[in-house]
């Protein structure tokens, strides 16, 4: 059997670590907002509003991130299952996955040879259909964990630059 939903556990705890970050420096951001307020009511200028701005932008990616990895980690065990649940008829017909194909287990067969072939396409349909949608939710989360990559390397320089 193939299409591991690899070590999912890790991937939501991933996910719901940044998530959990991100949450702590929006309460960041709040108590930066609280100390401002507070500057400008004794009459100081506001000297975190840079630093709000970066916290709440880093705050943003890492909680979109954790929200895409948790995302994918279900769309990743309900492939699972989806290709789990076609095991009966897989065996059912001595057949088998092997990576992205519904192949003919080796050695001899009981089962006509018609309906195995007609189960083998019905169950190939059926894996092509998992796996389109597991190919698009992993590229979709690669092109937004490369983009966000990207805005968190752009906050990085610009908070050790104090542009």
């Known amino acids: 059997m193939s299409l591991s939903a690899g ?4 991937t939501s705890a991933l996910g719901g670590a940044l998530r959990t970050q ?12 609280t100390a401002a307020r507070r500057a400008r009511r ?3 200028p506001d000297s975190t509003d840079r630093e709000r701005d970066l916290v709440t932008r880093t ?3 890492l909680d ?10 279900t769309t990743s065990v309900e492939s699972a ?16 996955i092997d990576g ?10 009981r089962v006509e040879p018609t309906e195995r072939l007609a189960e083998r396409e019905r169950l190939q349909e ?10 698009r939710e992993q590229a979709r989360l690669r092109r937004e964990v490369e983009t966000s990559g990207t805005t968190l390397a752009g906050l990085s320089d610009r908070a050790r630059s104090g542009a």
């Not at 070590?7 to 890790?10: C, T």
């Not at 979109?64 to 980690?73: D, E, F, I, P």
């Open 22 to 33: 991100a949450a702590r420096l929006a309460d960041l951001v709040v108590e930066l907002d």
């Open 81 to 96: 299952a989806r290709v789990r649940a076609l095991e009966p008829a897989l065996i059912r017909c001595d057949l088998v």
């Open 126 to 135: 059926l894996l092509n259909r998992v796996t389109a949608v597991r190919s």
């Open 42 to 44: 004794a009459g100081s």
């Open 59 to 61: 705050a943003t990616e």
């Open 64 to 73: 979109r991130v954790g929200g895409l990895l948790q995302s994918w980690t």
């Open 100 to 109: 992205h194909l519904v192949v003919e287990r080796s050695g001899p067969s």
């Open 7 to 10: 070590d999912a556990g890790s």
